[in-house]
């Protein structure tokens, strides 16, 4: 397990979730895998609201990363991902967090 705060050094790519359900702020915590390739296999919820863990699982499968390195070596690794609904605000936008 890496932990989430050096995975998301990692992420290059986040997908907002849909808010549907979301009337205050809500986070949702995702247990993932993230690939050898960057992309994301969620696995499980780790807590949040039941009504956003669809859509939080969701929004999650559209995120990337560059690969995790070990060894030399490209490795999947297993993290936790928190996932934040924002009433308001639109679902589906597109952000790069580190580039």
């Known amino acids: ?6 995975m998301a050094g990692h992420c290059i790519t986040m ?3 849909q808010n ?10 995702v247990r993932v895998v993230v690939s ?12 949040g609201a039941p009504a956003l863990e669809a859509e939080a699982m969701n929004a999650v499968r559209l995120w990337r ?11 999947d690794v297993m993290t936790d ?5 924002e009433p308001g605000k ?4 597109v952000s790069h967090p580190n580039h």
């Open 1 to 6: 397990m890496v932990a989430p705060e050096v």
């Open 15 to 17: 997908v907002s979730p």
């Open 20 to 29: 549907a359900g979301a009337e205050a702020l809500s986070t949702v915590v």
């Open 36 to 47: 050898a390739s960057g992309k994301v296999v969620p696995v499980s919820v780790v807590s």
């Open 65 to 75: 990363y560059r690969p995790f390195v070990r060894d030399g070596a490209p490795v």
């Open 81 to 85: 991902v928190r996932v934040i609904f």
């Open 90 to 93: 639109p679902g589906g936008m």
